[in-house]
Structures are given as structure tokens and as C-alpha cells.
Nanobody
Framework: QVQLLESGGGLVQAGGSLNLSCAAS????????MGWFRQAPGKEREFVAA????????YYADSVKGRFTISRDNTKNTVYLQMNSLKPEDTAVYSC??????????????????WGQGTQVTVSS
């Protein structure tokens, strides 16, 4: 069983920045692909970013490419999401997720094994 705890959400003005963290416990962190997803009110959960097990490969949704950066520290069992140039449409609950072993379907909600509770990000205009 893997537990995930997100932090770093909050209220920020458009154009501002936030850095989300997701701390994992209960498993072998370096063996997991890590992903960030978000869900806005009335919308389905959508892929934001993912990072390979050793951090050599990163993947982004087109809507955040160039503004968000995903990274991980396997010594701290933590994955990060640096969000810059935030827009009101980035407002959502952001959740991290783990996938044991490799995958090419990093953008698919259903391939992930464990999920955190999420952290609210609100961007005001």
C-alpha cells in the first residue's frame, strides 16, 4: 500500500507561481512512474504531467507545456510540480498518482495504482 500526500496548493493571482509537492510512503518510490492530474468543478480528471522512474523522461499536457515543470527526488520519495504563469483555467484540485513499473500510457487515469487526496489550486484573474 502506497500513501501519497500533496501539499503546496493555494490561492494565487494570474501570472503567479506555485510549487506542489507529493510525498510518498509505503513503497519503493524509485520503481514508480509518477503523475500529476487535475480536476476542475464539473469536469473530468485530466492529465497534467508525468515523470519516469529515474526522472530521465517527462511528459506534459499541451495546456501546461512550457509553464509547468515536473521533477522528482528519489532520495526524498517526493515528486514536485512547479507551476509558473498560472492562468484562471488552471484552477482545479491537483492530485498525484503512482504507477508501478514502466508505462507508455502515462496520460491515462486508469493505469495508475494509487492516488493522493489532492490539493486545491485557485488562480484569480
Amino acid at each position: 500500500q502506497v500513501q501519497l500526500l500533496e501539499s503546496g496548493g493555494g490561492l494565487v493571482q494570474a501570472g503567479g507561481s506555485l510549487n506542489l509537492s507529493c510525498a510518498a510512503s509505503g513503497g519503493t518510490f524509485s520503481s514508480y512512474v509518477m503523475g500529476w492530474f487535475r480536476q476542475a468543478p464539473g469536469k473530468e480528471r485530466e492529465f497534467v504531467a508525468a515523470i519516469s522512474r529515474r526522472g530521465f523522461s517527462t511528459y506534459y499536457a499541451d495546456s501546461v507545456k512550457g509553464r509547468f515543470t515536473i521533477s522528482r527526488d528519489n532520495t526524498k520519495n517526493t515528486v514536485y510540480l512547479q507551476m509558473n504563469s498560472l492562468k484562471p483555467e488552471d484552477t482545479a484540485v491537483y492530485s498525484c498518482a503512482t504507477k508501478r513499473g514502466p508505462t507508455t500510457s502515462y496520460y491515462v487515469v486508469g493505469v495508475y495504482d494509487y492516488w493522493g487526496q489532492g490539493t486545491q489550486v485557485t488562480v484569480s484573474s
